[in-house]
């Protein structure tokens, strides 16, 4: 348990550095914008209850606002995030119940349901954090296309990070 919590205050902590100091510096375009830390709430195992799931993303997103100074915007779009999240599990997987403390990864699922499950919420995290950042329809295409954009570079790095945490099936 205590190695557990550990495990994951180090990923937060990698993840929001990585974010801020390496991540936010990276803009193509104006239209790339690698968001690495929602690989945060991606990796939390299944049965993560639901109150700590929202405390968690808005532990996540408030630090990284601190950072970015942009007053709630990555608060809220990680908060909707994990909110879908229990959703976006249900709907895609054909098992409805998962053994304790099992997360999200490359052993324990298919690789098909793991790019299904974080393209899914990526999209959906980028889509609502640019269009409350952009504050208007008038440029709809453009927000979304930007959000399409940024959300396969997201997936891109997520995936790298799926493959390094996770851990080969062993019998």
Partial sequence: M????LK???GFFILVVLQVFVLNKIQISGYINPFLYVFFILILPFDIPKYLLLILAFILGVTIDMFCDTAGLHTSATLFMAFLRPGVIHVISVKKEFEPKTFPGLHNMNSSWVITYSIILIFLHHTFLFFLE?????QFFATLWRSIVSSLVTFALVFTGFFLVSKPYRR
């Fill in 8 to 10: 994951y205050l180090a």
């Fill in 2 to 5: 205590r190695k557990t919590i």
């Fill in 134 to 138: 952009a504050f208007s329809f008038t």
